[in-house]
């Protein structure tokens, strides 16, 4: 029986090339397999992995089972896998797609719900496992770690709720899964999590989960939260996003910046990086904000900063990346002018009123290519709507750059070091990264740039009151 389930081996080959590639823009993951490969640090580590299925994450699988780990993977979204690099990683580096020898991976796009759980589950299953289970959860969204919850919390009570009581259709996919792995009074979920040394989270929303299982005292396991470690969250939001804005326009519209006038609605991490690259292409950047402070920056930034009113009717680009809810309203966008583009790449699907613009009487929405629409108003006037509202930058573009990755995937793979190497130093609680580890990713992706540090001298460093070789910034340092 294969240990794995993936959309077509045949395209393993083709993953194999891509991941050779983007092993050289990822120099923070290559330089620990480097360093750590006499080590073994995580020898005996079984991974369960549930995080997008993507070229740069199989360079993350990769350098896990290079410091010694066995993984299982299942991605964190029903449309993120890159089939080509689930093919390469169940296939492995050596295996052939008729003699697969890599890691065991339950991932395709388009999965269905009960696909995505029964991936899930998959992943959490480990056939030779004392416990049925692993002994490490790398997580993105917390799904991984909430199937293990509920199904502790579920065994403790003797009972799953009935799926009738379900609040929608993901959470009832989860009670018919956990009714079925219950009913045999295995104990599987207790057996499972009995052995896990603790969880490392990538995103923002996984952590909100953690923080608030912590607070209600449930969290069966230590974890190290990655998403406010300043080399990943900086470098996603800012930097990432500064790459894969005008990237998704670009294959979207193949509209010329220059010489427009773009809008960027909230200037934070993202909003910052999106101004910079609009302006870099030579587009008159507008900002909105509803914070001071960060209306301040936008305006000493040489921005023009004013309210969505003032220039929906004038502007030809609009990017909203504030993480709030409606940003821009059909009556906005009804005021727009003819072909203006409107994008979303800050939250989900609800910063741009998709609802709103639907239910306009005698409004035509029109499939230019996947992930492009135009929207005609009953004047004739047309506006192009980019990945229906949701984050452009993955529906019209392939998300961050692998050199933003290894950053991300860096700070991930220490943070698994430190929890399987140090359970004595993580009680059950949740943690940051230490910040010499923080600098330390930092530090292992200045040699690929071209980077050459400044060594902070003895009495420089009592000066400053730090140590030589660092951490160089208070735990509150806001960079
Ligand atoms: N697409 C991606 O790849 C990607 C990557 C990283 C983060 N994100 C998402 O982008 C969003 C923003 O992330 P961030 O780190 O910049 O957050 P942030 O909090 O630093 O910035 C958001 C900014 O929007 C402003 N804002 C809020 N409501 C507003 C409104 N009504 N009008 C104008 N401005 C408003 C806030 O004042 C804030 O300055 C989050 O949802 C985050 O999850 C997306
Ligand atoms: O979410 C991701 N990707 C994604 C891709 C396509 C897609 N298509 C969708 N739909 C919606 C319904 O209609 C059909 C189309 S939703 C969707 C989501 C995603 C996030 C972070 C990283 C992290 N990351 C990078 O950024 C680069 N490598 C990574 O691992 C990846 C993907």
Same mark, same amino acid.
């Given at each position: 029986r294969q240990d794995f389930k993936v959309a077509d081996l045949s395209l393993a080959e083709f993953g194999r090339k891509e991941i050779t590639l983007a092993e050289h823009e990822m120099p923070g993951l290559m330089s620990i397999r480097k360093e750590y490969a006499e080590a073994q640090p995580l020898a005996g580590a079984r991974v369960t992995g549930s995080l997008h299925m993507t070229v740069q994450t199989a360079v993350l699988i990769e350098t896990l089972v290079a410091l010694g780990a066995e993984v299982r993977w299942a991605s964190c979204?029903?449309?993120? !896998?890159q089939d080509h690099a689930a093919a390469a990683i169940a296939v492995g580096?050596?295996? !052939?797609?008729?003699?697969p020898q890599g890691v065991p991976v339950f991932a395709w796009k388009g999965e269905t719900l009960d696909e995505y759980w029964w991936c899930t589950e998959q992943a959490l299953t480990?056939?030779?496992?004392p416990t049925g289970g692993p002994n490490m959860i790398l997580d993105d969204g917390g799904d991984a770690t909430l199937l293990v919850h509920k199904g502790v919390e579920y065994e403790k009570d003797g009972k799953v709720p009935s799926p009738? !009581?379900?609040?929608n259709d993901e959470h009832r996919v989860i009670l018919e899964l956990l009714n079925r792995t219950i009913s045999d009074g295995s104990q599987k979920w207790t057996q499972l999590a009995s052995e896990i040394r603790g969880v490392t989270e990538e995103t923002t929303t996984g952590v909100h989960r953690l923080y608030e299982m912590q607070r209600d005292g449930v969290l069966l396991f230590p974890a190290i939260n990655v998403n406010d470690a300043v080399t990943k969250s900086k470098f996603d939001n800012k930097y990432g996003c500064r790459h894969s804005l005008v990237d998704g326009i670009n294959r979207a519209t193949d509209v010329l910046i220059g010489g427009k006038t773009a809008v960027v609605c909230g200037y934070g991490d993202v909003g910052k990086g999106c101004a910079e690259s609009l302006r870099g292409q030579g587009a008159r950047v507008i900002v909105t904000e509803i914070d001071p402070i960060c209306a301040l920056q936008a305006a000493m930034d040489g921005y023009q900063v004013t309210t969505l009113d003032e220039v929906v009717d004038k502007a030809d680009i609009f990017v909203t990346t504030t993480g709030n809810k409606d940003i821009i309203m059909a009556a906005d966008m009804a005021k727009m002018k003819h072909q203006a583009i409107v994008g979303n790449i800050g939250h989900f699907d609800n910063e741009i009123d998709m609802a709103g613009l639907a239910q306009i009487p005698g409004i035509v929405k029109d499939e230019v290519k996947p992930q492009v629409h135009t929207w005609t108003f009953p004047d004739g006037k047309k506006i192009i709507v980019l990945s229906e509202g949701r984050l452009l930058n993955l529906g019209n573009a392939t998300g961050h750059p692998s050199f933003v990755m290894s950053n991300s995937f860096a700070d991930q793979t220490l943070a698994q070091i430190e929890l399987f190497t140090k359970p004595d130093e993580y009680p059950t609680g949740v943690y940051v990264l230490p910040k010499h580890l923080d600098e330390k990713v930092a530090r292992l992706h200045l040699d690929s740039l071209g980077v050459k540090l400044t060594q902070l001298r003895p009495e420089q460093a009592s000066y400053i009151g730090v140590e030589v070789d660092g951490p160089f910034k208070s735990d509150h340092y806001r960079y």
């Open positions: 979204n029903i449309f993120s !896998t580096p050596n295996g !052939t797609p008729d003699n480990w056939p030779n496992s009738d !009581t379900a609040e």
